[in-house]
């Protein structure tokens, strides 16, 4: 989905993507032209170094393989028997081995009476291929809503889906185990901010949560979210996506756009967010970094508006 900034990018009021400085290895360059709309971000776990990623929308039933050393592309995977994705927002490697993708977007303001999951096994070798994946449907409990962020607990399977809504969306909680035999319902268990992405760690004691201007860590203990810690993300063309490296000591945030960057940051465990607020609840978080975002489209919205007028002048 379309963001403010990259509006304001279009606009000329910005450079390239920039964030904090990584000592590790990690950051790299997506370098597939078919790979416009990186929407969503997962390490692979058969593979360490490769990270699963596909496109947004108008693709097709695609997902590619990436080599986080180089950026290349090392393999693109056919999904066959899930129809035709409709605006596929996210992707989450599980530990039971299975890639899982989802269709969950729905920028009409949740209007699609049901959205999708698809699920693959992670192949051994790593190569271009077709595979029949699972597909689930799933309905919210509260009814129909948009999304982009869903994150698989590496310990317990459970599937949770993310809103994304201005001023705070909602974090959902799917069946202990998702089934084909009917609808998958998702109900809501908590208090999110204006989410794009999210991952859990690999060892399930961390949820990172991303939006267009915040990253955070929150405490995740039975099936809930707890204390939250700030990350500093970096500020990206259109900040999409996120995912634990498979060590758990660092975070991959990437972006839409060809040629679009990864960038890593390093993570400490039990650190606090900036200014004490690795405390504040929830919903607290949702609220203050809802109100954020706006903040600063409203700023990105001025800066456009100003840059235009601007080029106005200078023409007359």
Do not use: C
């Not at 950051?27 to 058969?46: H, M, Q, V």
């Not at 919210?140 to 889906?161: F, Q, S, W």
């Not at 208090?191 to 992405?197: A, G, R």
């Not at 201007?213 to 970096?234: I, Q």
């Amino acid at each position: 989905m379309r963001s403010l900034l990259s509006v304001v990018t279009a606009a000329g009021l910005l450079g390239p993507a920039a964030g904090p400085a990584a000592a590790d290895d990690g950051d790299f360059t997506i370098k597939d032209p078919r790979i416009k709309e990186s929407s969503g971000l997962a390490a692979s776990r058969a593979h360490p170094g490769i990270v699963w990623t596909h496109n947004d929308s108008d693709d097709g039933p695609y997902v590619y393989a990436i080599d986080s050393k180089t950026g290349e592309t090392v393999a693109r995977i056919t999904m066959t028997g899930v129809g035709r994705p409709r605006d596929v927002e996210a992707i989450s490697v599980g530990a039971d081995g299975n890639v899982y993708v989802g269709d969950i977007g729905d920028n009409l303001g949740g209007t699609w009476k049901n959205v999708w999951i698809y699920k693959f096994p992670e192949p051994q070798r790593l190569k271009d291929a077709t595979v029949r994946a699972t597909q689930y449907v799933v309905k919210y409990a509260d009814g129909p809503r948009n999304a982009e962020a869903l994150m698989v607990h590496p310990t317990t399977g459970r599937v949770y889906i993310a809103s994304k809504k201005e001023g705070g969306g909602g974090l959902y909680e799917g069946p202990a185990h998702l089934s084909t035999a009917g609808t998958n319902v998702f109900r809501r268990v908590g208090d999110v901010p204006w989410v794009t992405d999210g991952a859990f760690s690999p060892d399930g004691t961390k949820l990172a949560l991303r939006g267009y201007f915040w990253a955070a860590e929150y405490d995740w203990k039975g099936g809930r979210m707890g204390a939250r810690h700030g990350v500093e993300a970096p500020l990206m063309r259109q900040a999409e996506s996120v995912t634990y490296t498979l060590d758990g000591k660092a975070l991959l945030f990437g972006s839409e756009g060809e040629q679009s960057p990864v960038s890593r940051v390093a993570v400490a465990a039990g650190a606090e967010s900036p200014g004490g607020r690795g405390s504040s609840s929830p919903g607290d978080a949702a609220s203050g970094e809802g109100n954020r975002n706006l903040v600063y489209g409203g700023l990105a919205v001025v800066g456009v508006g100003a840059a235009w007028v601007g080029l106005r002048r200078r023409r007359r």
